[in-house]
């Protein structure tokens, strides 16, 4: 069967906690300025990618691991977007020399990644100076067995607690670290997640329903996938928010 993340990239959804609302705090907490060379780690469909450069004027790069996210993110780009650029990449291997990023950012996506590997590949490609924005699903109590095993077994998510996830960035050489960790509002993360798709809310719908109907492993990987989400361990929300971590190399 599709995992998770192959169900949403077939039809090129992209998800992050707190949406953009939360990637604008991120680039304040960056002290992002209009002359900076951004890299963004796990760009998915591109609209982040895109809404950053409409945001901040700034060069950007976005990779991701799934070859169908960047064939969604190039659809969206204009031909007066030359300063936007998507390619396949590897968060744990990224292919661009060192010292190289004013800043990268990652949401929602290197809690899916092995983060000994990861952070330490961002910290690499940063200027010296340069800053590392990752938002990422925190603990904000401690989870249950049944919590933490259904979001590895389910989403494939390793979640960390906000000590872990600040240990993480200072093992990998960042200084000047600091954290806002959020607690979940259901309603604005729906309205969040949509405000994401807005760019191209029917055709991934339509692509949705045409692999549903015409794919026998995409229909049994996403009635799955729906089955398991009917049965989420009860009172998950409360254990998880969203943190903004950033460092500086």
Same mark, same amino acid.
């Given at each position: 069967m599709y995992s998770y993340f192959e169900i949403q990239s077939k039809i090129g959804i992209t998800k992050h906690m707190g949406g953009i609302e939360a990637t604008r705090k991120l680039l304040k907490m960056c002290k992002v300025d209009n002359t900076d060379n951004?890299?963004?780690v796990g760009s998915g469909n591109g609209f982040s990618a895109i809404k950053i450069h409409e945001i901040t004027g700034c060069r950007v790069m976005g990779v991701d691991i799934s070859e /169908?996210?960047?064939l969604r993110a190039r659809e969206k780009l204009k031909p007066t977007d030359s300063e936007i650029e998507f390619r396949v990449g590897d968060a744990e291997n990224l292919e661009f020399p060192d010292n190289i990023f004013d800043v990268v950012l990652s949401e929602s996506v290197t809690g899916f990644t092995d983060k000994k590997k990861s952070i330490p590949e961002y910290h690499r490609v940063l200027k010296d100076g340069g800053y590392l924005g990752l938002n990422e699903v925190t603990w904000i109590s401690n989870p249950s067995h049944e919590v933490? /095993?259904?979001?590895?077994?389910v989403m494939g998510l390793m979640a960390e607690t906000e000590d872990v996830w600040l240990s993480?960035?200072?093992e990998a050489g960042f200084k000047n670290i600091n954290s806002s960790v959020n607690s979940m509002d259901q309603w604005k993360q729906m309205r969040g997640d949509f405000e994401l798709q807005s760019m191209d809310?029917?055709?991934?719908w339509g692509r949705f329903f045409n692999l549903y109907l015409r794919?026998?492993?995409y229909r049994k990987s996403a009635n799955h996938l729906a089955w398991e989400t009917l049965h989420i361990p009860r009172g998950f929300n409360r254990y998880y928010g969203y943190g903004l971590y950033v460092?500086?190399?």
């Open positions: 951004i890299l963004v /169908e996210m960047i933490d /095993e259904f979001c590895r077994r993480l960035l200072s809310f029917f055709r991934i794919e026998r492993e460092g500086q190399k």
